[in-house]
């Protein structure tokens, strides 16, 4: 059976979500559609791009439609990419697909969405996902070739993210809030290796520094680690490293958005 994943800043509350869906099975009835999230803050790219990396390696192979589309109208090109492993990724050619691709083996081809024969007759300005990728991912899980779509593009001109670095020090690590969940779990740029080059170990004391703010913050491994009402420090299920707060929300407590820059002192004073 073909699959098809969806991802997008939609929400749920219009029916956007529903006629893609209703797009995609007309063209494909029998294709199964599983949606990851419609839930990424409206227009953020990094934030859904992020989201698309995690949790791509988690779904069955086949088609991942990926719309966060500030750009929908404009001069930016539509794309179907062919990864490392053979997987389909179809969406806006702002640097939300990519970072995913990559993780999967590379960018081995991609193809600009031009064909009509693979659109909806009529489409909008300001609707793409619905007129535009929805059709092209269900005529990919069908098994249309991508070169049917439209030319070629190098991969290396495709538009990429400015992927925040971490600075990490010997005393301090200068990172970003990446991402918030609905839990205020705030996603950092930092993973294992990070922790691993800082020496930070589970039980330790640590200063999270917020502007004029500094709080303090305990390394641990799960929140039963830790007491209710403790920030913690913690690698996620996604092997990203986070902020949280044992059985409260961390990122409204703190007053913290996502881009906001924090610093880690390793050594609480």
């Known amino acids: 059976m073909p699959f098809i994943t969806f991802l997008t800043d939609f929400g749920l509350e219009d029916d956007f979500v529903g006629t893609c869906h209703g797009v995609m099975k007309r063209i494909a009835p029998h294709v199964e559609i599983i949606d990851i999230t419609h839930g990424i803050p409206p227009r953020q790219?990094?934030?859904?791009?992020?989201?698309?990396?995690?949790?791509?390696?988690?779904?069955?192979?086949?088609?991942?439609?990926?719309?966060?589309?500030?750009?929908?109208g404009g001069a930016r090109r539509a794309l179907a990419l062919r990864d490392g492993e053979?997987?389909?990724?179809?969406?806006?050619?702002?640097?939300?697909?990519?970072?995913?691709?990559?993780?999967?083996?590379?960018?081995?081809?991609?193809?600009?969405?031009?064909?009509?024969?693979?659109?909806?007759?009529?489409?909008?300005?300001?609707f793409h996902g619905r007129d535009l990728f929805a059709p092209a991912a269900a005529h990919l899980a069908l098994g249309v070739s991508l070169a049917e779509l439209g030319p070629p593009i190098d991969p290396d001109a495709l538009a990429r993210l400015d992927l925040p670095q971490p600075e990490v020090g010997g005393s301090r690590v200068r990172c970003k809030v990446v991402s918030i969940d609905r839990f205020g779990n705030m996603q950092l740029n930092l993973d294992r290796s990070h922790l691993d080059q800082t020496g930070i170990v589970p039980g330790q004391r640590l200063e999270l520094e917020l502007g004029p703010e500094r709080y303090y913050v305990v390394a641990a491994r799960t929140f039963a680690d830790a007491r209710p009402g403790d920030i913690i420090l913690y690698e996620d299920a996604y092997r990203n490293v986070a902020i949280a707060i044992s059985g409260g929300n961390a990122a409204e407590m703190l007053g913290v958005h996502e881009g906001q820059d924090l610093r880690i002192h390793l050594e609480a004073s």
């Open 86 to 126: 053979g997987r389909i990724h179809v969406g806006p050619d702002n640097g939300l697909l990519v970072p995913a691709a990559e993780k999967l083996g590379g960018i081995k081809e991609a193809h600009e969405l031009t064909n009509p024969a693979y659109a909806l007759d009529s489409v909008s300005r300001t």
């Open 45 to 72: 790219v990094l934030p859904g791009a992020l989201t698309l990396a995690n949790t791509l390696p988690y779904m069955p192979p086949g088609v991942h439609l990926a719309v966060v589309d500030p750009g929908v």
